[in-house]
């Protein structure tokens, strides 16, 4: 079984920055996407980041400018770098991988919260 083990969450102010590390215990090029997503209190889990394996990107509308994923292959991890954060970006972020086939798997979720 494939495991994400996620860091990197906290508690910032509006406007301040947070990188999100997601660690997996596989070759993170043999499959086809990871990526980020994010759930508020009341709310559906949403799609934050992906980056496929060809190197693609997809953001959700409401983050792009400020947030950025990456990868780095040599270490299995992919990142979430979130700039100029908003009270609206609080939400528990998971990390997220995606098969060529029907497999997905989920991290264990990392609390970000942005609050004065």
């Known amino acids: 079984q494939l495991q994400l083990v996620e860091s990197g969450g906290g508690l910032v102010q509006p406007g301040g920055s947070l990188r999100l590390s997601c660690v997996i215990s596989d070759n993170i090029l043999s499959y086809y996407a990871t990526g980020w997503y994010r759930q508020a209190p009341g709310k559906q889990r949403e799609l934050v980041a992906l980056l496929t394996s060809g190197g693609s990107t997809d953001y959700a509308y409401s983050v792009k400018g400020r947030f950025t994923i990456s990868r780095d292959n040599a270490k299995n991890t992919v990142n979430l770098q979130m700039n100029s954060l908003k009270p609206e970006d609080t939400a528990v972020y998971y990390c997220?991988?995606?098969?060529?086939?029907?497999?997905?798997?989920w991290g264990q979720g990392t609390q970000v919260t942005v609050s004065s």
């Open positions: 997220h991988v995606r098969s060529w086939g029907p497999n997905t798997y």
